[in-house]
Structures are given as structure tokens and as C-alpha cells.
């Protein structure tokens, strides 16, 4: 019993600390990346830029997870609706704003 539970807090270790290059490899999975770049603008605004908007935001993650689900920017334009579950889409959202 106790040694599973080792094991399970050192997956999940393991898995924090591979946070950043998981998710990158989500948004390339799903097609994020197609569009957007880390550093520069491409169809879509480079995600540097998104996280600098949403600084100090409370509610960031909410928000850009919600335009990812809802396909509608808070610019009010259409946005391709993310095929990711809800937990994909949070995690992605933390991804773009710890960049
Ligand atoms: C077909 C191209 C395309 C794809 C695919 C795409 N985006 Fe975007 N994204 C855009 C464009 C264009 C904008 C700018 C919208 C605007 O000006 O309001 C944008 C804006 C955003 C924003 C800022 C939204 C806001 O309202 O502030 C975030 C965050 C974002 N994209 C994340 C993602 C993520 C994560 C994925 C993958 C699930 C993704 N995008 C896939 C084109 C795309």
C-alpha cells in the first residue's frame, strides 16, 4: 500500500516536471501550433504575446479555456473550437500563460 503510494507521488512528480514539453506536445497534437508559434505571429498571435495580455489576470485561465471550447475569441472572432476534453483545454490554457 505504502510503496504504491511512493510510486504514484513519484509519477506524478515526474509528470509535473515534464509540464512544459507535454503540453507543447498537446498543442501540437491539436493543431494549435498549425497556427500559432511560441514567438512569432502566424495566422494566429504568437502565444507570448496572449500570456503577456492576460498577466495578473485572475480569471486567464478560465477565459482562454472558454475560448477554446466556446470557438469565440474575446475579440468576438471566430476561433476553431479545440478537439480536447476539458482538462486538455486547461491544461493548455496554463501552458499558454506560463509562457
Ligand atoms: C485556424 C487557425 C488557428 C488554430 C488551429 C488555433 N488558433 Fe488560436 N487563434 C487564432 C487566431 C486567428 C486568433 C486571434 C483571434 C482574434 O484576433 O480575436 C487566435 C487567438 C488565440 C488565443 C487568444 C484568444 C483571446 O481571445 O485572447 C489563444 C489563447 C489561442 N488562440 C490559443 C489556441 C490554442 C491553445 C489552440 C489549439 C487548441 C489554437 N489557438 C488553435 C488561430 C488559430
Not at 506524478?12 to 515534464?18: E, K, L, N, S
Not at 506536445?25 to 514567438?39: E, F, I, M, P, T
Not at 495578473?56 to 480536447?84: N, Q, R, Y
Amino acid at each position: 500500500m505504502n510503496k504504491l503510494l511512493i510510486a504514484a507521488a513519484a509519477v506524478a512528480a515526474v509528470a509535473f516536471a515534464g509540464g512544459a514539453q507535454a503540453s507543447q506536445d498537446l498543442a501540437k497534437s491539436k493543431g494549435c501550433l498549425g497556427c500559432h508559434a511560441v514567438d512569432a505571429k502566424k495566422m494566429g498571435p504568437a502565444l507570448k504575446e496572449v500570456s503577456a495580455k492576460y498577466k495578473g489576470k485572475a480569471d486567464a485561465e478560465a477565459t482562454i479555456a472558454g475560448v477554446l471550447k466556446s470557438g469565440k475569441s474575446t475579440g468576438g472572432k471566430t476561433h476553431p473550437v479545440a478537439k480536447a476534453s476539458d482538462d486538455e483545454m486547461k491544461a493548455l490554457a496554463k501552458w499558454v500563460l506560463s509562457l
